[in-house]
């Protein structure tokens, strides 16, 4: 008899998916009940409570499904579960882990998983990646590490890992750091282990701010820059060349920017931190900090946005975003609240 109980909820995603008749296309159609009895080996390895939350592809996914599923999860730690997993789309997974992880507040695992592979094409991972995430749902050895992703058998701290292939099975990498675990004969072996900082607090209610994420590329003036202020975002992120630089004729315009709202500089390399004391030309990581810009650090884009967003939803207020940048970007020390 298992002695662990885990909670999976579906929220869509290629695992879900098969084709309708006709030339349409793969679309979200299985049930998490549908996912539970494809894999058998669970029985052995934990009691599952299956639920349905929704059937979206990752792309469709909000704010608002992600604040649902914080919710699910939640009852389900209050009403016995040793640990949750989430099934969902990987177009999205790098950053709803991520969402995830800022707000989970309770010490049961939280784990996340997808499919690269439709569940009737050969070679499906769905089966074996969700018998992975509950193993790690359900191992010691993962308690109090916030939100995990598992994928091809690699545990992956939901605050490092991303995306990096449109169809590999190893799709999911932690750059630079690598994965936490590896799973292998049923059993997670962690190698490392997060510098776990405390949720951010929750949104408030009604605290939906727009949050824009633009990536300079090569001959950008600003000019797209320049339109989002127009736009009055109440936040953006600027994925910037290499190690926090952008154009000469694109600084005056974060000049612009950050007196309307906070600018985060990030990196659109997908590794590696963003630089604090290295170039001095205009545009560069230093000119664009002195101008007022906050460092993503090590966070890339995506991932800054989502701490923005969150910090934006909560009302915190400009000294406390740069505090809780400094340090979840840093990810060396837990920040004082
Ligand atoms: N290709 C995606 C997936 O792997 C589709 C989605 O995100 O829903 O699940």
Not at 97 to 113: A, I, N, Q, S
Not at 198 to 220: I, K, N, S, Y
Not at 242 to 262: I, Q
């Amino acid at each position: 008899m298992p002695e662990s109980l885990v909670a999976i909820a579906s929220l869509g995603g290629t695992i879900t998916m098969t084709a309708a008749d006709g030339p349409r296309g793969l679309t979200p159609s299985l049930t998490a009940r549908d996912l539970t009895a494809s894999v058998p080996e669970l029985a052995h390895v934990a009691d599952i409570r299956a639920e349905t939350l929704f059937s979206k592809p990752g792309a469709s996914l909000g704010f608002g499904d992600l604040l649902q599923a914080l919710d699910w999860s939640r009852r389900a730690v209050a009403d016995g579960a040793d640990g949750v997993v989430l099934v969902q789309g990987t177009d999205t997974l790098e950053e709803t882990g991520y969402f995830l992880d800022l707000h989970w507040d309770r010490p049961e695992p939280l784990v996340v998983t997808g499919a690269m592979r439709p569940p009737r094409q050969p070679g499906a991972d769905g089966p074996a990646n969700l018998l992975a995430a509950v193993l790690t749902a359900t191992a010691a050895r993962s308690r109090g590490l916030g939100v995990l992703t598992v994928l091809n058998d690699e545990v992956h701290a939901a605050a490092r890992v991303r995306k990096y292939d449109t169809t590999a099975l190893d799709a999911f990498a932690s750059r630079p750091f690598g994965p936490l675990a590896r799973i292998h004969e049923r059993s997670v072996r962690y190698a490392a282990l997060p510098l776990r900082q405390p949720p951010v607090p929750p949104p408030r209610d009604g605290g939906h701010p727009r949050v824009a994420l633009l990536e300079t590329f090569f001959g950008d003036d600003g000019e797209l820059l320049r339109l989002a202020l127009g736009a009055h975002f109440d936040g953006i992120v600027i994925s910037a060349f290499g190690a926090g630089h952008v154009s000469a004729a694109m600084a005056s315009v974060v000049s612009e920017a950050v007196e309307k709202a906070p600018v985060v500089l990030a990196s659109r390399t997908g590794s590696g931190s963003v630089l604090s004391d290295t170039y001095g030309f205009t545009g560069s990581e230093q000119d664009l900090l002195r101008r007022g810009a906050v460092s993503a650090g090590w966070l890339d884009a995506r991932k800054a946005r989502l701490l923005l967003w969150s910090l934006l939803a909560a009302g915190e207020p400009e000294d406390r975003i740069r505090a809780e940048f400094a340090a979840r970007a840093d990810g060396t020390s837990p920040t004082a609240r």
